[in-house]
């Protein structure tokens, strides 16, 4: 079953384009690394927690969206040799400049425990 890599992502409103072009830039290097799929999503209908919420995880600042994205690779094997291939990759080197702060950017794997598109693990 597929392995993903999920991200929670603030980035500021006025640099959505720039978000969106760095996205379509790095898709072809995170394939040749060996992922299958690439989603990004822009905030649209985000609701704000009483107690935590997407802004708040990510300390989104006045002026910031929330992007919730993955990375879909074929197992976990994939994705693991995918940050060494990366690391090597010649277009590495457009990551050193993101349109949002690194820092507070969520991201982990997750193994699918169920998907209506495919077999229950």
Not at 22 to 30: G, H, I, Q, V, Y
Not at 37 to 53: S, Y
Request: net charge negative; glycine share 8%.
């Amino acid at each position: 079953m597929a392995y993903i890599e999920g991200f929670v992502v603030p980035v500021p409103q006025a640099k959505k384009d720039e978000y969106l072009e760095l996205a379509r830039k790095s898709a072809p290097m995170f394939r040749d690394c060996g992922a299958t799929r690439i989603v990004e999503c822009w905030g649209d209908d985000l609701m704000k927690g009483e107690h935590t919420d997407f802004y708040g995880a990510v300390k989104a600042e006045e002026g910031e969206n929330v992007v919730f994205s993955w990375i879909e690779y074929p197992d976990k094997a994939t994705r693991d040799e995918a940050y060494k291939k990366i690391e090597e990759h010649p277009d590495a080197q457009m990551m050193q400049e993101m349109p949002f702060d690194g820092k507070r950017i969520i991201f982990s794997g997750f193994a699918p425990i169920f998907d209506t598109a495919g077999e229950l693990a």
